[in-house]
């Protein structure tokens, strides 16, 4: 599980294929993944905004950016954790995705980014 820290927030991802929602005939694989926050700092934490590179192994890359993640801004008291899921899809059948959260601290307001691991989106078979 590809797992980073940034100024005391720790990202962890894992990912699934789902087989039943791709059409590898069609050119099209859908993967989910699931994210962990947690903020091991001393200070509460905001999330405010997600920035997302997805890269195909076809050489496309799309660029993803928007307020929160999945609808929502959680807010995270130190030793407290937050959890999504969220998908994405792709051509290729083999692909990676990585990039940052823009965080705030309550206490003073102070805007800082939190890493989000790159990690590698892969159908099973291809593994091989």
């Known amino acids: 599980m590809p797992t980073t820290t940034t100024q005391g927030v720790t990202v962890t991802v894992t ?3 789902l087989p039943d929602y791709s059409s590898p005939s069609q050119e099209h694989y859908v993967f989910a993944y699931r994210i962990d926050i947690r903020n091991d700092s001393e200070y509460t934490v905001k999330l405010l905004r997600r920035h997302w590179f997805i890269s195909d192994a076809n050489s496309t890359v799309r660029e993803v950016e928007g307020e929160g993640v999945v609808g ?3 807010v995270l008291e130190p030793g407290e954790s937050h959890q999504y899921m969220s998908g994405c899809n792709l051509k290729s059948g083999v692909g990676k995705m990585q990039g940052t959260y823009l965080m ?3 206490v003073n307001g102070e805007h800082f980014q939190v890493n989000i691991p790159e ?10």
């Open 15 to 17: 990912t699934n294929y």
């Open 72 to 74: 929502r801004q959680p």
């Open 104 to 106: 705030e601290r309550l």
């Open 119 to 128: 990690f590698t989106l892969m159908v099973p078979y291809r593994m091989n």
